[in-house]
């Protein structure tokens, strides 16, 4: 399935990086939620990664709206955004909060099929 297909719709989130734990090689630590949604596969070959936005607690599962994908120009690895249904994040506000990770890539912010920021 085609990352794109998942904007707007609901998904179950596994965290495997928890707000608050270290990368296991880069040593960065976790500001949001991090995980993936269970049996999908992305462009690197792995799950398709989510980041969990509005939620300030440590997490091991989460279910929320893809809100938007964060489309990496120079990567095959794009990540979900996803959210409780009530909130929606700026774009600006979405590159703030994934800037501890997305600053290592270029990368352009997808909503509702159309491209919104381009970094």
């Not at 990664?49 to 690895?77: P, Q």
């Amino acid at each position: 399935m085609n990352s794109k297909e998942y904007l707007g719709k609901t998904v179950n989130v596994e965290i495997d990086r928890p707000m608050g734990s270290k990368h296991p090689k880069h040593g960065f630590i976790y500001p949001v939620n991090y995980g993936y949604i269970p049996n999908t596969v992305s462009g690197d070959g792995e799950e398709l990664d989510v980041y969990v936005l509005g939620e300030f607690e440590s997490l091991k599962t989460y279910k929320g709206v893809v809100k938007a994908i964060i489309h990496r120009t120079n990567d095959d690895d794009d990540k979900l955004v996803v959210m409780s249904a009530d909130k929606n994040y700026s774009d600006e506000q979405i590159r703030a909060l994934t800037e501890f990770q997305e600053r290592f890539f270029e990368s352009e912010i997808i909503r509702d099929n159309s491209k919104c920021i381009t970094k």
